[in-house]
């Protein structure tokens, strides 16, 4: 009888664990978006010359224009948020391609090519780098040229929040990253370190280029305690989880695809 009891039960968790992970395994697979109501956000960040090794954040110059050309090909139109955000119409098949950091290669290797396909991308720089001697981000001279282009949008990705200095700018496992909160910070901490940086980083982009309409949230993190101040200055953000935006859920946090050089765009977009 104890076994039989042992063994009924051992029958009833493996029904509820395969439950649960068939639940989990629906949930994770995002349901495909209608076209109409579809927006594919691509994210890359860094550039190299091509024959340069690449990793996770970085693909050649010659990806990048093929990753260009297949969109054109392909029927692709490229948005910029402030369109999302004054509610302009979009045109069909739209796409948003995001840059994240802000690195020189934007400037060097990826305007000329957007110049050369007009299409328009957004780059959300961390905005204290332009003012350190740090020669691989961006300029704001570099900026206000890209952004006078009508091609590009300068958004934020905060102003000295992407785990700089010691941590490299990585993502750290076991701490607090991005515009997460600390637990053990008070309100006025948090309000120093996080929604104050948040306002520096807006009203230094505003003061250079322009109103941002942008925020990347970095690594992905989102914070609670900070989203009202986000939402109040900023109309379009984006994440790091994988989907295609649905425009009738709003325009916040955007998941976003992310492109490697073992990443084509075809299986990427398969979806739309």
Partial sequence: MKRQGTRRAALVMTALLLASAAFW??????????????????????????GEPCNDMTVTAGRMEEDLKWLRDNGYHTVLPWELADGEELPKKAVLLTFDDGYRSNYQLLYPLLEKYRMKAVISIITCMPDLPADNFLSWDMCREMTDSGLVEIGSHTNHLHNLGD?????????????????????EEFRARVLDDIQKSYDRITWEVGRPTFFAYPFGVVEPEAEDLIGELFPVTAVTRPGITDLRKG?????????????????????T
Wanted: net charge positive; proline share 10%; hydrophobic share 40%.
């Fill in 251 to 271: 325009t916040r946090q955007m998941p976003r695809l992310t492109v490697t050089m073992d990443a084509p765009l075809e299986k990427l977009l398969k979806r």
């Fill in 25 to 50: 395994s629906a949930a994770l697979r995002q349901a495909p978006v209608p076209a109409k109501y579809a927006l594919p956000v691509l994210m890359y960040h860094h550039l190299v010359a091509d």
């Fill in 167 to 187: 941590r490299g700018g990585c993502f750290d496992p076991d701490g607090i990253n991005g515009i997460q909160r600390d637990p053990a910070e008070s309100d």
